[in-house]
């Protein structure tokens, strides 16, 4: 008896959580498709009625991961400015993969990887480009302020103390603000946001 669609995309959406946690916690190279499909609480021939590959799976779990992170961004409606924007961003888990943001927690990662997806990380963080030139940025300025933020999390992750990486976030979003105020013919600027 074939499976239902609400229970196939159950099971999927249980395979890119676990996925994006595992990828993200231990790199594509040190988890195994069986490693995936034991934290779904799945079969590994489950894995195919999803998946051809673990390389796509890689490359949804970095999209679903995208996904998950933009819904939190936007959970309370859409930003008021740049620099509320920004201050959602750096508030998403830094702890928590599947609740972060996939373009700070696979940075390391993705440069090991295959061509495809290089391009789909490079599709999410072009996405993430985008969203704030919607909001009134000039390309390079969005560009920038997406490396201050993008950079502040991986590195607000990498480190073991609580109170730096708490800094690291906090400065970050300074550096965002000077971005704003240096450019504020590009920029709708706050004085209003702080993290």
Request: proline share 5%; hydrophobic share 40%.
């Amino acid at each position: 008896m074939p499976c239902k669609p609400e229970k196939k995309q159950q099971s999927r959406a249980r395979i890119l959580q676990s996925a994006a946690t595992l990828f993200t916690r231990n790199g594509f190279d040190a988890i195994s498709i069986d490693d995936v499909m034991r934290d779904a609480g799945l079969t590994r021939g489950a894995f195919y009625a999803h998946f051809s590959s673990k390389t796509e799976l890689y490359r949804e779990a970095i999209l679903e991961g995208a996904r998950v992170g933009r819904a939190k961004l936007f959970c309370k409606g859409p930003p008021a400015n740049v620099l509320e924007f920004a201050r959602h961003y750096l508030e998403l888990d830094v702890d928590t993969p599947w609740q972060g943001c996939p373009l700070a927690f696979l940075v390391t990662d993705i440069a090991h990887q295959v061509p495809e997806v290089k391009k789909t990380y490079t599709q999410v963080l072009k996405g993430y480009r985008d969203m704030l030139v919607a909001m009134g940025l000039g390309e390079l300025l969005a560009m920038q302020i997406c490396n201050q933020l993008i950079g502040a999390r991986a590195l607000a992750r990498a480190v073991d103390a609580p109170e730096f990486s708490r800094h690291i976030l906090l400065q970050s979003l300074e550096g965002v603000r000077a971005l704003l105020e240096a450019n504020p013919a590009d920029s709708q600027y706050s004085e209003g946001a702080n993290l």
